[in-house]
């Protein structure tokens, strides 16, 4: 963790109203942490389409990268809200390394402040059980799909032709479905659907509203936190710098004050090392 602010220093954002760009319930999320560390009040937009920019479901690509369409996310709701100050998150799934097992989820956070003029990032990587897609062509293989992903509190989403169903929770829904057809299953990622995004998304929130309390050492300005790691802590058996993370380095959203923590670990594995095992 950085160091933060201690609890006597008012927040920078005392009783300001946070927009939350989102049409799938993730203020709750944010409310608790942002209420606690911020002193802050979160409010949830009704009108931005968050799934202009991109949905999982492919049915609208993604242009943007995960950073600029957060971005323009929480300053569209910020926008919409009326306020200085827009929050939004974007998720990516990648298949971990092998391609089975879980997969790596990826939630990038970003909060704007129209009035200092910065953009705070805030990430975390989680591993994360995701379904496969599967092709199902009866009622039998249907109802052990479902089981499988956790329905209906995890929803799904159906492909039959050209048909797409999102946020599917009712079994007669689907088994509908395979009925008329080959049916291709897979879980509905948005986060009002998926109560694993919900909880690594209440994590994010409380790591960003810490976040905001941290002033840069430089300038002040709120939201010192993670920005880069440095690589190359040294191999036990031949002292060559590895691709492993030696420090973790904070910087400031505002100035160019950059701050290295560096982890305790001052030696690699040999059997990390592309000298010892070329
Ligand atoms: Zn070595
Ligand atoms: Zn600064």
Redesign the pocket.
């Known amino acids: 963790m950085t160091t933060t602010a201690g609890c006597h220093d008012p927040s920078p954002y005392a009783e300001a109203t946070i927009a939350v760009g989102t049409l799938h319930g993730k203020e709750s999320a944010f409310a608790p942490a942002f209420g606690r560390w911020l002193d802050a009040a979160v409010r949830a937009t009704t009108a931005l389409d968050t799934d202009a920019l991109g949905t999982f479901t492919g049915d609208v690509p993604r242009a943007l990268s995960p950073m600029d369409a957060a971005e323009a996310k929480a300053a569209g709701a910020a926008a919409e809200l009326g306020t200085p100050f827009g929050v939004a998150t974007e998720a990516s799934y990648a298949p971990s390394l092998g391609g089975f097992g879980p997969v790596v989820h990826e939630e990038l956070v970003v909060f704007v402040d129209l009035e200092r003029g910065i953009r705070v990032p805030h990430g975390v990587r989680a591993y994360a059980r995701v379904a496969a897609p599967r092709d199902v062509e009866d009622e039998a293989a249907a109802r052990a799909y479902l089981d499988r992903v956790g329905f209906p509190g995890q929803a799904v989403v159906a492909r039959l032709g050209n048909e797409l169903r999102k946020g599917l929770q009712d079994e007669r829904v689907v088994l509908g479905l395979v009925a008329r057809g080959p049916v291709r299953l897979e879980p509905d990622l948005r986060a009002h659907l998926n109560p694993q995004r919900r909880r690594t998304l209440r994590g994010v929130a409380w790591g960003m509203a810490a976040r905001l309390r941290t002033p840069c050492p430089a300038c002040a300005c709120p939201g010192f936190g993670p920005v880069d790691v440095v690589r190359g802590v040294p191999?036990?058996?031949?002292?060559?710098p590895?691709s492993r993370v030696r420090a973790d380095v904070d910087g400031c959203a505002a100035c160019p004050a950059r701050q290295e923590r560096p982890r305790p670990v001052t030696v690699?594995d040999?059997a990390t090392?592309?000298?010892?095992?070329p």
């Open positions: 191999c036990g058996g031949c002292g060559t590895t690699a040999p090392c592309d000298v010892c095992n």
